[in-house]
Protein backbone atom coordinates (compact mmCIF):
# COMPACT_ATOMS: atom_id res chain seq x y z
CA UNK A 1 0.00 0.00 0.00
CA UNK A 2 1.54 3.69 -1.04
CA UNK A 3 2.50 5.46 1.81
CA UNK A 4 0.21 8.66 1.76
CA UNK A 5 3.44 11.00 3.54
CA UNK A 6 5.05 9.91 0.10
CA UNK A 7 5.83 12.80 -2.32
CA UNK A 8 6.56 12.22 -6.23
CA UNK A 9 8.73 14.98 -7.10
CA UNK A 10 9.47 15.76 -10.94
CA UNK A 11 12.24 18.12 -10.29
CA UNK A 12 13.30 20.91 -7.87
CA UNK A 13 14.74 24.67 -8.52
CA UNK A 14 17.54 25.70 -5.81
CA UNK A 15 17.36 29.53 -6.49
CA UNK A 16 13.71 30.43 -7.82
CA UNK A 17 12.72 33.99 -7.84
CA UNK A 18 9.68 34.34 -9.28
CA UNK A 19 7.41 31.82 -7.67
CA UNK A 20 6.77 33.16 -4.72
CA UNK A 21 8.22 36.21 -2.05
CA UNK A 22 12.06 36.36 -2.09
CA UNK A 23 14.78 34.03 -3.00
CA UNK A 24 13.26 30.11 -2.76
CA UNK A 25 13.67 26.23 -2.99
CA UNK A 26 10.69 25.13 -5.62
CA UNK A 27 9.70 21.41 -5.65
CA UNK A 28 7.66 20.67 -8.82
CA UNK A 29 5.35 17.77 -8.06
CA UNK A 30 4.46 14.60 -10.53
CA UNK A 31 1.24 14.21 -11.84
CA UNK A 32 -1.64 16.63 -12.97
CA UNK A 33 -5.42 15.93 -14.17
CA UNK A 34 -5.46 19.28 -16.54
CA UNK A 35 -4.53 19.23 -19.84
CA UNK A 36 -3.93 22.59 -20.73
CA UNK A 37 -3.30 23.45 -23.77
CA UNK A 38 -0.45 25.50 -23.34
CA UNK A 39 1.52 23.92 -20.56
CA UNK A 40 5.26 23.93 -20.61
CA UNK A 41 5.89 20.69 -18.75
CA UNK A 42 3.52 18.18 -19.99
CA UNK A 43 6.04 15.56 -18.64
CA UNK A 44 4.27 16.36 -15.20
CA UNK A 45 1.39 15.16 -16.41
CA UNK A 46 1.87 11.36 -15.60
CA UNK A 47 1.08 10.46 -11.74
CA UNK A 48 3.03 7.12 -12.36
CA UNK A 49 6.23 8.87 -12.29
CA UNK A 50 8.85 11.16 -10.23
CA UNK A 51 11.21 10.74 -7.20
CA UNK A 52 10.03 9.45 -4.65
CA UNK A 53 10.67 11.74 -0.92
CA UNK A 54 9.18 11.72 2.17
CA UNK A 55 8.74 15.36 3.97
CA UNK A 56 11.71 15.03 6.05
CA UNK A 57 14.15 14.02 3.16
CA UNK A 58 12.50 17.43 0.71
CA UNK A 59 13.07 19.75 3.72
CA UNK A 60 16.58 18.74 4.80
CA UNK A 61 17.17 19.04 1.17
CA UNK A 62 15.67 22.60 1.28
CA UNK A 63 16.95 23.80 3.96
CA UNK A 64 20.87 23.65 2.92
CA UNK A 65 19.64 26.70 0.95
CA UNK A 66 18.38 28.57 3.75
CA UNK A 67 20.87 31.24 4.32
CA UNK A 68 19.94 32.27 0.51
CA UNK A 69 17.00 33.04 1.46
CA UNK A 70 16.98 36.45 3.30
CA UNK A 71 14.20 37.29 5.35
CA UNK A 72 11.57 36.74 2.78
CA UNK A 73 12.11 33.62 1.18
CA UNK A 74 11.26 29.97 1.91
CA UNK A 75 9.53 27.40 0.20
CA UNK A 76 7.42 26.75 -2.76
CA UNK A 77 6.06 23.90 -4.09
CA UNK A 78 4.71 23.51 -7.43
CA UNK A 79 3.21 21.18 -10.25
CA UNK A 80 1.91 18.97 -12.03
CA UNK A 81 -0.69 19.89 -9.41
CA UNK A 82 0.34 19.86 -5.88
CA UNK A 83 -2.58 19.25 -4.22
CA UNK A 84 -2.72 15.87 -5.53
CA UNK A 85 -0.17 15.07 -2.53
CA UNK A 86 -2.16 16.74 0.28
CA UNK A 87 -1.05 14.63 2.73
CA UNK A 88 2.63 14.64 1.95
CA UNK A 89 2.08 18.90 1.85
CA UNK A 90 -0.02 18.86 5.43
CA UNK A 91 3.34 16.91 6.91
CA UNK A 92 5.99 18.86 5.02
CA UNK A 93 4.39 22.27 5.81
CA UNK A 94 3.65 21.54 8.97
CA UNK A 95 7.47 20.56 9.83
CA UNK A 96 8.77 23.85 7.47
CA UNK A 97 6.69 26.07 8.93
CA UNK A 98 7.81 24.18 12.51
CA UNK A 99 11.48 25.38 11.49
CA UNK A 100 10.11 29.12 11.10
CA UNK A 101 10.33 28.75 6.95
CA UNK A 102 7.97 30.53 4.77
CA UNK A 103 5.78 27.97 2.88
CA UNK A 104 3.74 28.68 -0.59
CA UNK A 105 1.70 26.56 -2.53
CA UNK A 106 1.34 27.04 -6.51
CA UNK A 107 -1.87 25.48 -7.33
CA UNK A 108 -4.98 25.40 -10.29
CA UNK A 109 -6.81 24.74 -7.94
CA UNK A 110 -8.54 21.46 -9.82
CA UNK A 111 -8.82 18.96 -7.26
CA UNK A 112 -10.44 21.28 -4.89
CA UNK A 113 -14.07 20.17 -3.46
CA UNK A 114 -16.05 20.17 -0.60
CA UNK A 115 -16.65 16.92 -0.43
CA UNK A 116 -14.62 15.04 2.56
CA UNK A 117 -12.40 13.36 2.84
CA UNK A 118 -10.55 16.26 0.63
CA UNK A 119 -12.04 19.11 2.15
CA UNK A 120 -11.03 18.33 5.98
CA UNK A 121 -7.37 17.60 4.57
CA UNK A 122 -7.65 21.11 2.46
CA UNK A 123 -8.39 23.08 5.79
CA UNK A 124 -5.49 21.06 7.68
CA UNK A 125 -2.88 21.76 4.64
CA UNK A 126 -4.33 25.81 5.07
CA UNK A 127 -3.17 25.64 8.36
CA UNK A 128 0.52 25.50 7.85
CA UNK A 129 0.08 27.65 3.94
CA UNK A 130 1.57 30.93 4.42
CA UNK A 131 0.67 31.78 0.53
CA UNK A 132 -1.03 30.53 -2.36
CA UNK A 133 0.06 31.50 -5.78
CA UNK A 134 -3.31 30.44 -7.73
CA UNK A 135 -3.97 30.15 -11.37
CA UNK A 136 -6.75 30.83 -13.04
CA UNK A 137 -6.77 29.67 -16.23
CA UNK A 138 -9.56 30.97 -17.88
CA UNK A 139 -12.75 33.17 -16.17
CA UNK A 140 -15.60 31.27 -18.03
CA UNK A 141 -16.19 27.82 -17.94
CA UNK A 142 -17.03 26.79 -21.14
CA UNK A 143 -13.74 28.06 -22.74
CA UNK A 144 -11.98 27.07 -19.39
CA UNK A 145 -12.86 23.49 -20.77
CA UNK A 146 -11.81 24.13 -23.86
CA UNK A 147 -8.41 25.49 -23.04
CA UNK A 148 -7.70 22.73 -20.20
CA UNK A 149 -9.94 19.81 -20.66
CA UNK A 150 -11.35 20.53 -16.81
CA UNK A 151 -14.50 22.83 -15.30
CA UNK A 152 -13.86 25.83 -13.46
CA UNK A 153 -16.44 25.23 -11.06
CA UNK A 154 -14.89 24.00 -8.43
CA UNK A 155 -11.74 26.49 -8.96
CA UNK A 156 -13.46 29.83 -8.66
CA UNK A 157 -15.11 27.71 -5.31
CA UNK A 158 -11.66 27.13 -4.07
CA UNK A 159 -10.35 31.29 -4.77
CA UNK A 160 -14.43 32.25 -3.04
CA UNK A 161 -13.19 29.79 -0.06
CA UNK A 162 -9.77 31.54 0.39
CA UNK A 163 -11.55 34.71 0.31
CA UNK A 164 -13.59 33.63 3.16
CA UNK A 165 -10.64 32.30 5.52
CA UNK A 166 -8.98 35.49 4.34
CA UNK A 167 -6.39 33.29 3.16
CA UNK A 168 -3.14 35.18 1.13
CA UNK A 169 -3.11 34.83 -2.61
CA UNK A 170 -1.41 36.24 -5.59
CA UNK A 171 -3.46 35.28 -9.07
CA UNK A 172 -1.42 34.53 -11.63
CA UNK A 173 -3.30 34.70 -15.39
CA UNK A 174 -1.07 33.12 -18.42
CA UNK A 175 -1.91 35.05 -21.38
CA UNK A 176 -2.99 33.28 -24.25
CA UNK A 177 -3.95 34.75 -27.74
CA UNK A 178 -7.00 33.51 -29.20
CA UNK A 179 -7.70 31.96 -25.96
CA UNK A 180 -7.35 33.58 -22.56
CA UNK A 181 -6.39 36.81 -24.38
CA UNK A 182 -9.85 38.47 -24.88
CA UNK A 183 -10.88 41.95 -23.61
CA UNK A 184 -14.41 41.16 -22.11
CA UNK A 185 -13.09 37.88 -20.65
CA UNK A 186 -10.34 39.65 -19.12
CA UNK A 187 -12.85 42.41 -17.70
CA UNK A 188 -15.22 39.52 -16.15
CA UNK A 189 -11.74 38.27 -14.46
CA UNK A 190 -11.27 41.53 -13.04
CA UNK A 191 -14.66 41.86 -11.64
CA UNK A 192 -14.31 37.88 -10.25
CA UNK A 193 -10.51 38.92 -8.40
CA UNK A 194 -12.10 42.73 -7.25
CA UNK A 195 -15.26 40.24 -5.46
CA UNK A 196 -12.31 38.18 -3.27
CA UNK A 197 -11.04 40.22 -0.01
CA UNK A 198 -7.53 38.35 0.29
CA UNK A 199 -5.33 38.96 -3.33
CA UNK A 200 -2.30 40.84 -2.46
CA UNK A 201 -0.69 40.68 -6.25
CA UNK A 202 -2.17 39.70 -9.80
CA UNK A 203 0.45 38.36 -12.16
CA UNK A 204 0.26 38.35 -16.18
CA UNK A 205 1.89 35.12 -17.39
CA UNK A 206 2.74 35.80 -21.01
CA UNK A 207 2.66 32.55 -22.68
CA UNK A 208 5.12 31.20 -24.62
CA UNK A 209 6.75 28.02 -26.34
CA UNK A 210 9.49 26.78 -24.40
CA UNK A 211 8.38 23.55 -23.79
CA UNK A 212 7.00 22.49 -27.16
CA UNK A 213 9.88 20.19 -27.90
CA UNK A 214 8.88 18.36 -24.79
CA UNK A 215 5.45 17.30 -27.19
CA UNK A 216 7.43 15.88 -29.75
CA UNK A 217 9.80 13.87 -27.40
CA UNK A 218 6.68 12.52 -25.89
CA UNK A 219 4.24 11.66 -28.98
CA UNK A 220 1.73 14.47 -27.82
CA UNK A 221 -0.22 16.50 -30.52
CA UNK A 222 0.91 20.17 -29.51
CA UNK A 223 -2.51 22.39 -30.17
CA UNK A 224 -1.35 25.77 -29.74
CA UNK A 225 1.25 25.07 -32.73
CA UNK A 226 0.00 28.23 -34.82
CA UNK A 227 0.31 30.72 -31.77
CA UNK A 228 2.56 33.16 -30.77
CA UNK A 229 3.56 35.16 -27.99
CA UNK A 230 1.17 37.69 -27.14
CA UNK A 231 2.79 41.05 -27.87
CA UNK A 232 4.03 43.39 -25.50
CA UNK A 233 0.89 45.94 -26.08
CA UNK A 234 -1.55 42.87 -25.64
CA UNK A 235 0.37 42.13 -22.06
CA UNK A 236 0.02 46.01 -21.00
CA UNK A 237 -3.48 45.78 -22.25
CA UNK A 238 -3.63 42.92 -19.97
CA UNK A 239 -2.63 44.22 -17.15
CA UNK A 240 -4.63 47.48 -17.42
CA UNK A 241 -7.74 45.78 -17.81
CA UNK A 242 -7.33 43.27 -14.36
CA UNK A 243 -5.64 46.38 -12.53
CA UNK A 244 -2.45 44.93 -11.68
CA UNK A 245 -0.54 48.26 -10.88
CA UNK A 246 -3.62 48.59 -7.93
CA UNK A 247 -2.59 45.78 -5.53
CA UNK A 248 -0.07 45.98 -3.15
CA UNK A 249 2.55 43.63 -2.66
CA UNK A 250 3.08 43.09 0.63
CA UNK A 251 6.56 42.55 2.16
CA UNK A 252 5.49 39.99 4.60
CA UNK A 253 2.58 37.61 3.98
Known sequence: MRDLTTGYVHSTESFGSVDGPGIRFI???????????????????NMGGGTPYTADELL?????YREYWGEKGGITISGGEPLLHID???????????????????????PFTYDDPFFSRFEELMKYTDLLLFDIKHIDDEKHKK?????????????????????????????????????????RLDEFIKSLGNVLKV?????????????????????????????????ENAKRLLHVDEYTLHQTV
Open 88 to 110: FLIELFKKAQAEGVHTTLDTCGQ
Open 147 to 187: LTMMSNKNILNMARYLSDIKKPVWIRHVLVPERSDVDEDLV
Open 60 to 64: EEALA
Open 27 to 45: AFMQGCRMRCEFCHNPDTW
Open 203 to 235: EILPYHKLGVYKYAALNIPYKLEHIEPPTAERV
